[in-house]
């Protein structure tokens, strides 16, 4: 069975920084597309960033040029390194890759979320 942990949520002062870090487990051949989204309250998640297993990067505008995404194949895991920490950015933040598992067909797989809020 896949599964996708996110940790490194919580409290950040506007300005402030954050590192999101996700890790995949279970029998996977092979992760493709790695990226994260966010859903704020009262809001429909929403596209952040993405990274490709070579390492091509795609960020949402509201979060260009001040997130960071990366990724390490040999952890099977994302990172989202966020600075320059805007209020807006408050939201559960949640991890998405779309996996190749050993013995079921490929899909794409959620992590559980992690709580970001920027707040002073």
């Known amino acids: 069975q896949v599964q996708l942990v996110e940790s490194g949520g919580g409290l950040a002062q506007p300005g402030g920084s954050l590192r999101l870090s996700c890790a995949a487990s279970?029998?996977?051949?092979?992760?493709?597309?790695m990226g994260w989204y966010r859903q704020a309250p009262g809001k429909q998640r929403e596209f952040v960033a993405s990274?490709?297993?070579?390492?091509?990067?795609n960020y949402a505008d509201s979060v260009k040029d001040r997130f960071a995404i990366s990724r390490d194949n040999a952890k099977r895991a994302v990172y989202l390194q966020m600075s320059s920490l805007k209020p807006e950015d408050t939201a559960v933040y949640y991890c998405?890759?779309?996996?190749?598992?050993?013995?079921?067909?490929?899909?794409?797989?959620w992590g559980q979320g992690t709580q970001v809020t920027v707040s002073s």
């Open positions: 998405n890759a779309f996996v190749y598992p050993t013995t079921t067909t490929p899909t794409y797989y």
């Open positions: 279970g029998s996977i051949y092979r992760i493709d597309n």
């Open positions: 990274i490709t297993r070579t390492g091509n990067t």
